[in-house]
């Protein structure tokens, strides 16, 4: 809009300026008013948050990060959304640097209904009926591949290791993925390591990055790639493998002797985030029941709600890989915590990625 004052003299100026100030004074406050969601790319979906965009139209704008490596760094350099949503092993990182506020149970309606495997992770208690996360989605990490491509493979994650399918693989750019799986075919705990251990991961490292096509965190182009044979194997998350049993394309989400690697993410609220109320509306419109449904449905990924469970069949949760109790997931995957030298296997990771 442009505001043309040349013609306007006395009074008139006057009163045009003051209406110009309240004009731009409303913009601002309408701004504010827009929740701020800093969230990983397919999560910023309207049906995650009907009941929120009902009783607030337009109210919320997200910004997509990458991962949650990612999202860290542009957060402490200075990016402040109201809610962000990282992944559990990242919580207690975001803590230290003083990035959060605690958020209280009291006001989360459905605080109940969160499984308690979630909702009582150790970094997540801030004392006095309070917390640093509220628990949304789980999932796991695994290998993704056409079965008619890669014949009867070892369950294993050596898979992705195998030479003979060289330039044919990919596996995710991310410290929290593919370095620990390095770390557990190495023999070594991914979530603390001495550094002659952390030398072992970076040597499994070493070995695996001729083999591969890319790293990447970009799921949709892996799909493709998966989709038209371009790759016969990758490390996705299971909505990888929802997607393409979806278009028909003949994959399986592996299983590995070693274990899936199982995460789980939610929502934190920025210390100085601007719009509170605004953020609880919306973590609590993120955590009706339809809402996880959705999740599960349409990705594949686990809500942490038993209540979405509640919701779908035993028979989609078969196809779906997914059994209704997060519980007996974990007894036979790797959970992902924090990571004791998670910025020294980062800057290792880097420096392999690099020819290193």
Known sequence: ?????KSITGYKARAGLAALALALSSTVALAADKLQYFTWSGYELPDFNKSFLAAHPDGVEATIFGDDDDAFTKVK???RPDIAHPCYDKVARWNKEGLLQPIDTKRIKNWDSIFPVFKNLPDLQAGDGKVWMVPWDWGNTSIL???DLVKNPEASWNLLWDKQYAGRMATIDAVHDT????????GVNPFDMTPDQMDKVAAKLREQRPLLSSYTTDMTSVEQALASGQLVAAMTWNA????LKKQGVPVEFMKPKEGMLTWACG???????????LAYDFINSRLDADSGKFLIQSYGYGSSLSTAFA????????????PADPDVMLKSTIFTGPMKQNDDMAKMFEKVKAGG
Request: aromatic share 8%; proline share 2%.
């Open 1 to 5: 809009m442009t505001f043309h004052l």
């Open 267 to 277: 929502f934190v609220m920025l210390k100085d985030a601007k719009n509170v109320d």
């Open 145 to 147: 591949y056409r079965t």
């Open 240 to 243: 990888s493998a929802t997607s």
């Open 77 to 79: 350099a200075g990016f």
């Open 179 to 186: 370095p620990i799986v390095a770390a557990l075919l190495a």
């Open 311 to 322: 919701g779908v069949s035993k028979e989609e949760l078969d196809k779906l890989q997914l």
